[in-house]
């Protein structure tokens, strides 16, 4: 199975690229060629791949864990309600449609 959504660029650049079950929004944008840096290699240790889902399909994208409340917090000067780190991120069919924004230069 799969869903569309629309990922908005760091140059504001918006495309539509479909999302594979069993992939989180990290591996989905990296097999979309985003340069999502993601340092620690999605294990939710550094926050580089700090992403924005839109406000509707938010709840969607299921809890945050601690761990990455915690990231979250620490860069609470670009993070909002709506961050997610990419590779914490899982596929979900309510997410079909969301829009994720990508952080600038994190």
């Known amino acids: 199975m799969s869903i ?31 340069p999502v840096l993601a340092t620690c290699g999605g294990n939710a240790s550094c926050a580089t791949c700090h992403a924005f889902l839109d406000p509707q399909h938010y709840p969607a994208g299921g809890e945050r864990t ?19 780190l990419s590779c914490q991120t ?11 924004t990508l952080k600038p230069g994190m």
């Open 66 to 84: 601690e761990e990455e409340e915690d990231l979250l917090e620490m860069i609470d000067d670009v993070a909002t309600e709506y961050s997610r």
């Open 4 to 34: 569309n959504i629309t990922v908005v660029d760091e140059a504001g650049e918006v495309r539509d690229v479909e999302w594979t079950e069993n992939q989180t929004l990290l591996e989905c944008l990296h097999k979309n060629q985003y």
């Open 90 to 100: 899982e596929y979900h069919e309510g997410l079909d449609g969301a829009t994720v």
